[in-house]
């Protein structure tokens, strides 16, 4: 009998879950039955759903999407709040979201949602209402699912969208204990737990919340999230409770419950006007539940499966839960299609159910696992739990730019989607790409690259045993002897330069710089090779330390330390650049996946400090530095242009914040949302400026220098050096380690890229070019021209898994 029938899914539960997979299944030609235990499909119980663009996706492409949108307005400002109301910080990141995505974040009645869904399937006959789920017979060729009025239906697979206490989950346990007894484990019956209850509901319009805003209040083991839809609130009030319960003791609550709990929080201060007493005064619907959580280590047995809270609950803090459960839909309807479409002829065998359905919680479960720690963490912050918590509340987010909007995203940009339908073209069309290889439970792991970059710190440790126990000793003497005795000057106007042991009138500054002077007047004044040397290697430092600029200001480098520039800059003057750039990169590539640009606008750059690099770098760095080599000044006066030089990373700190508070416009907020390439044209104009600088510098030392560049460039090891030997030998080894550390962080970036399918160029075509560049333009030209095509690339091309209009599929 069970073989007459085409395969069939049967549906426990005609919420969300329940009503996506019929809508779902529909357009898969999956035939179906849906049972749902109330007698109306769309319910108002004071309910509300946040729809994210994950979801929305979906929803569009079951056609329901456009209809939900014109219901509701898109979230656009985002407030967190004291316990008094008072603003912590206000942010837009909804916006960003939007414009990542191509899909607003809205919030509506679940009702709302619930009634789209049934409106959109074409043969509603297929829905059941009043059919409570009581029994289920499982076997080797068919589910039975028995109802409380006798109704038995028959099905290929049962799928238990029946909610957090979950009727099918009970059976599945029951069943798989009978039949294979070792098959659950039995944490998963205890699992679900309530640290916190929430009262929520929707009210009226009430004056003080305006549309399309969220509000957040972080208060000792209490929060409130009041969201202004259209014409009305949707409001929440999480308390904790006095232990964390477990099944079967979590609580349940009744309206008076209800009551009482709202009676007891009237004067809760939603802003510094309004209090919950005037929200709940236009209240009309409401409910009091504990929020439990969980995930099951087991979501199928057999020909059963559960979905959304009957595996995977998380607190509404986030608002991820829905989402969640509607892309875990998603993913077992494709399996089922492939189920029915690899057994056109005959339904498909037990041991292929079976395998779809593992299969399905395999594709879910490492994004479900993240969602779910982020959303839970999320309540305790809200909370306050811990002073980790209030700490990051109240002293780290409001400093974190997009951190928490980022969260969002990542929890959005993996999402899984209805394979056998088209991909709506509007979720083509972001910033930040749909990627099913990116997001939470994607990302790459930190300690791969740390060990993947391991080449950097021995490049640091080898020029450190060169710079530090080969060339600086010697050196230290005859530093220590300059500052005693000075120097005769051998190049331009004759005279004796006399070290300056004041310059800066503050002995902590003077004591910094007198013996960099001092070093820096061997190969100013006396050594010519040092002289030729060190005159093209800080011209092309100065293409490095741009770069270094340019990246402080990424977005992307937000809280990391290539963030702080000044830290590279001012060691370096201590302790050798080429020491210290190999661990910049160390750092930067550890700290740089190329998932970090999985939005474009993550890229950007803060126009405020990007238009200020080129300017302060010529008046803090070539500037000084030219005037100290220039013979055409006397040699006293060239000192004394050292001693202006020696702090330029300094100077060029204070000079960007200067400018950024006076002359240069952050529009960076704007820029991130409307225009996500506003800085290239700086960007190559910057670089572009320097480089030629640093290539005019480098024909000039090949058409004027007295030696070989061999000579020029590659440090001698003979023993017997005298002192301006060794600090030559140590800007030498200095040049090279740096350099050496750039080219090979080019080649890390750039493998990056090439794993992520966004560079096609052969190795052989990079290092050729590379080479080439080195070779005619020098060595600063090369770093620079290579990582401005790597900006152009991140900001033009895309992964190859992310979904665009010339890749999707």
Request: overall charge positive; aromatic content about 10%; charged content about 20%.
């Amino acid at each position: 009998m069970a073989d007459a029938r085409p395969f069939r899914v049967v549906i426990g539960g005609g919420g969300i879950s329940g009503l996506t997979l019929a809508n779902a299944l529909e357009k898969a030609d999956v035939d179906y039955i849906l049972l749902e235990a109330r007698d109306t499909i769309a319910p108002q119980v004071g309910a509300s759903i946040g729809l994210f663009p994950n979801g929305g996706r979906i929803m569009d492409q079951l056609g329901c999407f456009q209809r939900l949108e014109s219901k509701t307005v898109p979230l656009d400002i985002y407030y967190n709040r004291y316990a008094n109301g008072e603003v912590v910080y206000a942010g837009d990141g909804t916006q960003l979201t939007a414009r990542r995505f191509n899909y607003p974040t809205t919030f509506l009645e679940r009702e709302e949602v619930l009634r789209t869904l049934y409106d959109n399937l074409k043969d509603k006959s297929k829905v059941n209402v009043a059919k409570r789920i009581s029994k289920v017979d499982h076997n080797a060729t068919e589910v039975i699912v028995l109802c409380e009025d006798g109704t038995a239906v028959s099905g290929d697979v049962l799928v238990g969208c029946d909610g957090v206490y979950s009727k099918v989950r009970q059976e599945l346990w029951r069943i798989s204990h009978l039949q294979e007894p070792l098959a659950i484990d039995s944490k998963d019956k205890e699992m679900l737990i309530a640290e916190y209850n929430c009262l929520f509901g929707i009210s009226s319009h009430t004056d003080g919340v305006e549309e399309g805003s969220v509000n957040v209040n972080y208060s000792k083991d209490f929060s409130t999230m009041v969201i202004g839809g259209k014409g009305k609130l949707f409001w929440f009030m999480f308390k904790r409770l006095n232990e964390v319960y477990r099944m079967p003791n979590i609580p349940r609550y009744t309206k008076e419950d209800a009551e009482i709990f709202a009676a007891n929080v009237q004067g809760q201060r939603i802003t510094p006007k309004l209090t919950f007493r005037d929200i709940w005064r236009n209240r009309t619907s409401y409910t009091l539940v504990a929020t439990e959580e969980a995930q099951l280590s087991r979501w199928s047995w057999g020909r059963i499966a559960c979905v959304g809270d009957g595996v995977h609950k998380m607190t509404p803090n986030m608002g991820a839960g829905g989402n969640a459960a509607i892309e875990t839909v998603a993913a077992l309807a494709n399996e089922l299609k492939k189920m029915k479409d690899s057994s056109e002829k005959e339904k498909p065998s037990f041991e292929d159910i079976k395998s779809h359905l593992g299969n399905y919680q395999k594709i879910r479960e490492k994004r479900v696992t993240a969602i779910l720690k982020a959303a839970n963490g999320l309540t305790r912050i809200h909370a306050l739990k811990t002073w980790k918590d209030r700490l990051f509340a109240f002293h780290v987010l409001p400093y974190a730019g997009d951190m928490f909007t980022d969260l969002n995203c990542d929890m959005v940009v993996g999402a899984v989607k209805l394979d056998y339908l088209p991909v709506p073209d509007r979720s083509l069309h972001g910033t930040m790409p749909f990627n099913a290889s990116q997001g939470l439970g994607q990302q790459e792991s930190k300690l791969l690259r740390a060990i993947r970059a391991l080449p950097f710190l021995a490049i640091t440790a080898t020029a450190i045993h060169f710079m530090w126990g080969v060339a600086l000793p010697p050196a230290l003497a005859r530093i220590m002897e300059i500052m005693k005795k000075g120097v005769i000057n051998t190049f331009g106007k004759a005279g004796t330069v006399v070290p300056l042991q004041s310059f800066y009138g503050v002995e902590f500054i003077d004591s910094r710089v007198r013996g960099l002077a001092a070093c820096f007047a061997s190969f100013q004044f006396v050594d010519v090779i040092g002289n030729w040397q060190s005159y093209t290697f800080l011209t092309d430092i100065g293409i490095v330390y741009a770069i270094v600029l340019i990246e402080s200001a990424r977005r992307a480098n937000t809280m990391t330390l290539a963030s702080v520039p000044i830290l590279l800059g001012y060691n370096s003057q201590f302790f050798g650049i080429g020491v210290l750039m190999a661990l910049y990169c160390f750092v930067h590539y550890v700290q740089s996946p190329i998932e970090t640009f999985r939005a474009k606008d993550l890229r950007l750059t803060n126009m405020a400090y990007t238009a200020s690099v080129l300017p302060v770098m010529i008046l803090a760095h070539y500037i000084p530095n030219y005037a100290s080599f220039s013979t055409l000044l006397d040699p006293q006066t060239r000192h004394k242009a050292n001693w202006i030089w020696q702090p330029f990373p300094v100077y060029i700190s204070i000079l960007q914040f200067v400018l950024k508070k006076t002359v240069m416009r952050d529009t960076v907020q704007e820029d991130r949302i409307e225009n996500v390439k506003r800085d290239l044209p700086t960007i190559y104009y910057t670089i572009g400026t320097l480089c030629a600088i640093s290539a005019a510098v480098w024909w000039y030392t090949l058409a004027s220098a007295p030696v070989s560049l061999a000579t020029l460039f590659i440090p001698s090891l003979a023993t017997g050096q005298n002192g301006d030997q060794a600090i030559r030998m140590f800007l030498q080894f200095d040049e090279i380690f740096s350099f050496g550390a750039c080219f090979l962080w080019l080649l890390y970036l750039y493998a990056d890229m090439k794993r992520a399918g966004m560079l096609d160029d052969s190795w052989i075509s990079i290092v050729v070019k590379g080479t080439a560049l080195l070779i005619a333009f020098g060595p600063g030209v090369a770093i620079g021209i290579g990582w401005a095509y790597r900006e152009s690339v991140l900001a033009t091309r895309h992964h190859r898994d992310a979904l665009v209009p010339d890749k999707a599929r």
